[in-house]
């Protein structure tokens, strides 16, 4: 704790030069220091979340991020409008750019990371690598040199062996990288390398490594202040990734102990140290499966896995990042560092990893979290917001956290399934599917997990007895909206008969698959809140009953066999004569249906000789008793309502053979109140 009067300089106004969940985590922590925040957006993110959550926002450019969000002079001029005193760049956009860093030192804005030379310096392989050996931190085996020659790197190559990996010193974000299996391929890689470093980096300088088989990634995270403190916080595993790009991240890892930690730990510290790193920053590394390890690159940024360090460490990264960049000295020394939980994080995208994790948009008409204990999520989105192309489909950064990782595991699961989601396809059943893998319950992880466990790819696994529950979910839920919203039956009696036999239907599509439900309400023992059904398989097949209990979104559907099963079920609200969509969630699965419009109202689907309540109100009086035998358009009930008296009446000659009400209850409109059995 500080009590003296602070002799560093202060940040008052924070611009977060970034969008989505980043953005709002940081002014999160932001506003909790007192700090002001401004947002920065584009064209496109006038109405975004992060926009919303900022005290003032500037509008910095078109929808591109090229043209808004990956403008130095932009963000610079943003700072200058709005009075910001520094700057945070997130993760991604200007974050490892050292041009950002140095015009706000030009302009005397504080930038929230480490110098500009040492992003630099980091920001290159090649050179980040030599620095790495210069400070006693081993690095993978292979070729880091000036000569760039054909001759030279194939010369190399041969010393180092294959397979090899031909890296781009400039890459990042998993590209610009070439796996070479033989040496028959190398002279055609190097072309193929150097053109697309040069095309995608504007630079063509090339790295070769061996290539680590199964390797684990496991990088650390490093606090260093102005005073030359530095401390790392353990390390994250983030070997789960698709395409190089990491999707679920745990800490601690299962393969580092307390001794491969401190040795970790301590490359990490003497790394930063060697280049005068200030912020937080990570180290990362490859671990073989004989234990070794390599430094691999440096981050220079905060991580989109550093909430998972924050949730094993008890400490808020954006909160020293603040503090380190106001010139405070770090408020925790190593000593203090010990993993108090398990944390791990999932990155729930809009994509679809049935075809190859490509990106899904569109509106996110349906979007609710769960609130599960033990779990954070750090998203960017609400609901109706546009899930673009413009940027990364990332929605949510799911973190859990457990005192063991199987509890963690359990939660995380459980939140996972809890989300409800429609508009945009996600890899919300993907990362579910992994978490349920025995490998990955065994720690047995590497960064070719995916394609070992999913050789053929991904297929989401539609359980059919569930989809067919799903269906039924919202077929109810609808027969309960219709039965509340309609006030006036005259016709109800002419409009069933003639399809008394004949079950109704609804046909739903989930994909590629056609569903469809045979129904009829059981007259008995029904309210709008608690219906009874018969369902068929086919038309004509032996029904079964079922029960649906409806309260607002909630359906819960007693099968036969007596298990209840809880839905919640939500229509898009769109034109009448589009089809519509239905998002259907569960505990076990989601889907969303689509269906053709309807226009009819079901009163076939209401048993014959029902009296159906036209209106809310009151039973008034009530005329007949069960078992009585009645003649059509005798007045079984007197009803009221708003002072006004409604008769309701023997729809035909019979046998009164149900009575659901009363004298003095209260009854909603649609609701059925007797049933009248016709005499024979
Ligand atoms: P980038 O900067 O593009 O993220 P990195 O050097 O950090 O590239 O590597 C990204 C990922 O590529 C690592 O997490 C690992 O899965 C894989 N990788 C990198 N180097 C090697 C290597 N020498 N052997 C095996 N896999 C590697």
């Known amino acids: 704790m500080h009590n003296q009067p602070s002799a560093h300089k202060s940040i008052r106004r924070l611009l977060v030069a970034n969008r989505g969940e980043i953005a709002i985590r940081i002014m999160r922590t932001a506003h909790q220091m007192g700090i002001e925040t401004v947002a920065v957006y584009s064209s496109a993110d006038a109405n975004a979340a992060h926009v919303a959550y900022a005290d003032r926002a500037i509008h910095i450019g078109d929808a591109p991020s090229e043209a808004s969000y990956l403008l130095n002079k932009n963000i610079i001029w943003a700072a200058k409008q709005t009075g910001a005193d520094a700057i945070h760049p997130g993760y991604g956009f200007l974050s490892e750019n050292a041009g950002l860093a140095r015009a706000c030192t030009d302009t005397e804005i504080c930038f929230v990371g480490p110098p500009a030379r040492v992003i630099d310096e980091m920001g290159a392989k090649k050179v980040a690598k030599n620095i790495a050996q210069e400070a006693g931190v081993p690095v993978v085996p292979g070729y880091s040199g000036e000569a760039q020659d054909d001759a030279r790197l194939i010369e190399e190559a041969k010393k180092i062996g294959f397979p090899l990996l031909i890296k781009a010193s400039a890459g990042g974000g998993g590209r610009g990288m070439r796996l070479v299996q033989h040496e028959s391929e190398l002279q055609e890689a190097l072309t193929e390398a150097r053109s697309e470093s040069q095309r995608a980096f504007g630079n063509d300088t090339l790295l070769l490594e061996r290539y680590i088989e199964q390797p684990r990634h496991i990088e650390i995270q490093i606090l260093a202040d102005a005073h030359g403190n530095v401390i790392h916080l353990g390390e994250r595993e983030c070997s789960i990734q698709r395409r190089y790009q990491k999707i679920l991240e745990e800490s601690p890892s299962t393969a580092v102990d307390a001794d491969l930690r401190e040795r970790m730990g301590a490359d990490a510290v003497a790394l930063a140290k060697k280049v005068g790193y200030v912020n937080a920053g990570t180290v990362e590394f490859i671990l073989d499966q004989e234990g070794n390890y390599y430094f691999l690159e ?19 990264l954006v909160r020293a990042q603040l503090q380190i960049a106001m010139g405070m000295p770090l408020e925790i020394t190593q000593a203090y560092v010990e993993p108090m939980a398990f944390a791990l994080e999932a990155r729930l995208y809009a994509e679809d990893p049935a075809n190859d994790f490509m990106p899904s948009n569109g509106t996110l008409w349906r979007w609710k979290l769960p609130e599960t204990e033990g779990v954070r999520i750090d998203s960017g989105v609400r609901e109706n917001d546009v899930v673009s192309t413009y940027y990364d489909p990332m929605l949510a ?24 989601i429609a508009g945009v396809q996600t890899n919300r059943d993907f990362l579910i599917d992994v978490l349920e893998q025995p490998a990955w319950i065994a720690g047995d992880t590497h960064t070719h997990f995916i394609s070992t466990h999913f050789p053929e790819g991904w297929a989401p696994k539609i359980n059919d007895a569930l989809a067919h529950q799903a269906a039924l979910a919202a077929t109810f839920y609808e027969v309960h909206e219709r039965l509340c919203r309609r006030t006036h039956l005259p016709q109800l009696v002419g409009g069933f008969r003639n399809n008394f036999y004949a079950p109704a239907e609804e046909t739903f599509t989930l994909r590629d698959q056609e569903l469809s439900v045979f129904y009829r309400i059981r007259g008995r023992h029904f309210t709008p809140q608690h219906l009874a059904f018969d369902v068929y398989d086919a038309p004509t097949a032996t ?10 979104h909630t359906v819960e559907l007693t099968s036969p066999d007596g298990l209840m099963h809880r839905w919640s079920v939500h229509l898009r609200s769109s034109a009448s004569d589009a089809a519509q969509e239905i998002s259907v969630h569960t505990q076990d699965a989601a889907f969303v249906l689509t269906r053709a419009p309807r226009f009819a109202l079901p009163v076939e689907t209401i048993e014959e000789g029902s009296c159906v309540s036209p209106m809310s109100g009151t039973v008034l009086r009530q005329l007949v008793q069960e078992g009585d035998t009645v003649t059509a358009g005798q007045t079984l009930l007197v009803l009221e309502a708003m002072k006004m008296e409604h008769r309701v009446t023997a729809p035909t000659d019979g046998i009164v053979t149900t009575l659901h009400v009363q004298e003095g209850e209260v009854v909603e409109s649609g609701i059925v109140l007797a049933v009248v059995e016709r005499a024979h």
């Open 298 to 316: 440096m981050n220079t940024r905060l991580q989109v896995e550093h909430p998972i360090t924050e949730e094993v460490y008890g400490v808020d």
């Open 397 to 420: 950064k799911v973190i859990a956290r457990g005192p063991t990782r199987e509890e963690t595991r359990l939660r995380m699961l459980r939140a996972l399934r809890a989300f409800e």
């Open 543 to 552: 029904p079964t009953p079922w029960k649906a209990r409806i309260e607002g």
